[in-house]
């Protein structure tokens, strides 16, 4: 009988939102901001202009010149002494630094972390060639016939040496874009679904249905088939649109390897469930703490202002150092794991005891989560 009560209440909550406009209008803005977002991801994600470069040695002395020729190809490069080149090392591959030049600036050599894009090989490969057609006219006597050709070929073969501490992935850009889909998309379904909880349980309550409800069904039973329902719905939508998404994306040639989206959505809707446990709870007992209509924004302010700080940190952490202790220290915070951990799963910036570490922890919060929304509920 409970089971059964539990689904009828479901079943109630699905026919009242599916009927609703906000629902159908929501999922076809959703599916359209995707779908921009996708076509236009390969402009967004091709490239960061902004870089710190680490200056070791008699490299230094090429800072002003570097910065220079840097601003002419529209990069913001900023550069630091490194006195320690072990130092240095480190910070590059802390992502501190997105490079370490050192040596003779007729024979610079740049460290990095997985590889140096064209445009600051250009540019650092332009200033080799520079201080060696330098040496090679001041070596010139005045007596001495310029061998033009012999000339351009030294300066031609001048070239900045490059090493990587790892090898470079030829899918980042790709991992980047559909990491940051899917944080957006757990994001955006975990704070609509969640406040449709909070807006259902402060309907009952304002409109005094729970007065007929209640002497049928128990507090318990109506909050699970509300969850319960609403889940299925953010579910389904983000199903549908990651979906939507991915054959965009495969159509389209933005995702050349499609297996890293579907591995990504199929983490995301895994995270979605779990997070929707955590937050649907919170948002429910907020919502039982209301007594009038306007009241609902400002006590669901708090819940929804850790959804947005978590958007927003994702973006920003995800996009430099997906791997970094900063990342990894969020990712296993429980109610912002479910934003972090599919973007970081997505990116392959994770291990594999992190991730388990991360769904025991937000698995224990969703229970807490539970037993106080329904004390608060009752």
Not at 351 to 362: E, F, G, H, I, K
Request: no cysteine; proline share 3%.
């Amino acid at each position: 009988m409970t089971t059964r009560t539990l689904f009828l209440v479901a079943r109630r909550e699905l026919d009242a939102r599916l009927r609703t406009r906000s629902f159908v209008v929501g999922t076809v803005l959703a599916l359209a901001v995707l779908a921009g977002f996708v076509l236009t991801q390969s402009t967004l994600f091709d490239r960061d202009h902004s870089n710190t470069i680490g200056l070791n040695g008699q490299a230094i002395a090429v800072a002003d010149q570097l910065t220079d020729e840097a601003s002419k190809v529209g990069r913001d490069v900023r550069t630091v002494e490194v006195t320690n080149l072990a130092a240095g090392r480190a910070r590059v591959a802390d992502g501190e630094l997105d490079a370490l030049v050192s040596g003779a600036p007729a024979a610079l050599t740049v460290l990095v972390d997985k590889g140096l894009d064209d445009e600051l090989r250009g540019v650092l490969t332009g200033l080799v060639r520079q201080q060696v057609l330098r040496g090679q006219l001041a070596a010139l006597s005045e007596g001495d016939g310029l061998d033009v050709d012999g000339l351009l070929r030294t300066v031609a073969d001048a070239h900045v040496e490059v090493r990587v501490l790892a090898p470079a992935d030829p899918q980042a850009g790709e991992r980047l874009a559909v990491a940051l889909t899917v944080v957006a998309l757990v994001f955006l379904a975990l704070l609509l679904f969640g406040s449709l909880v909070a807006q259902s349980v402060v309907e009952e309550k304002t409109g005094h249905l729970l007065d007929f409800l209640l002497p049928a069904v128990r507090p318990g039973q109506l909050l699970g088939g509300k969850v319960l329902a609403l889940g299925a719905l953010g579910f389904a939508q983000l199903l549908l649109v990651g979906m939507v998404g991915l054959v965009i994306a495969a159509a389209t040639g933005v995702l050349s390897a499609p297996g890293i989206g579907v591995v990504a959505l199929v983490w995301a809707l895994a995270w979605f469930v779990l997070g929707f446990l955590l937050y649907a709870m919170v948002f429910a007992a907020a919502g039982a703490r209301v007594s009038r209509q306007d009241e609902a924004h400002s006590l669901l302010m708090p819940v929804t202002a850790v959804l947005l700080v978590g958007f927003v940190l994702a973006f920003a952490v995800l996009s430099r150092h997906p791997a970094g202790v900063t990342s990894t220290v969020l990712s296993l915070l429980p109610p912002l794991s479910p934003i972090f951990m599919p973007g970081r799963i997505a990116l392959a910036a994770v291990p594999a005891w992190q991730v388990v570490v991360s769904l025991v922890l937000t698995g224990l919060a969703a229970v807490g989560a539970t037993r106080v929304g329904l004390r608060g509920y009752r």
